[in-house]
């Protein structure tokens, strides 16, 4: 999709009020310069308001999101994340950047990650696991959190194809969240 379906008048004007009222293109800083112009902030609170959670961090894509994701998380060379054998290659991608090894896990009829083979897959390198929605259909995630809460491993979502969507009327990408608190985790 190139995208000029779906940047259209709307989107022109407010990349032009931003030209407008200053000109300035860095999310942070500049406060003297940008005419209380801060596009990325109001998105980001919009965001976090319709997917019902506190807090949004934007970034400048899919990969950056599981990038920065999985920073959080102090990965070691041998540490195993765990994610599905169907998936976009930058799941995977975001793991080895992470120095960290990607371990594949079979899909079910869900076309997403198999909560057993999931269960076999676990070692005691594994630290976290990645899920995916893919093709916008949800993952089965009530199982698959609890596996990972079970035994302390941290679950995130990719939630590329799935934002919009929801599971048992919550939206995709606010199900994993992270408990235990990651900075608590054990080294497994
Ligand atoms: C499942 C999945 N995860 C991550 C990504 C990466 O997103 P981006 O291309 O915005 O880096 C994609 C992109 O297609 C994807 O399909």
Redesign the pocket.
Known sequence: MPGFEVIGAEERAQVNEVFDRGGVLFRHGFDALRNDCYKVREFEQAFASKMGVEHALAV???????RVALSTLDLQPNDEVITQSF?????AE?IIEARAVPVCCEIDETFNMDPADLVARITPRTRAVIV???LGTPARLVEIKKICDDRGIVLIE????GCGGSLNGKPLGTGARWAPSVSTLPRR
């Open positions: 400048t894509s899919g990969t950056a999101a599981l998936t976009f290659v930058a799941t975001a995916v929605h893919m990719d939630a590329a194809w």
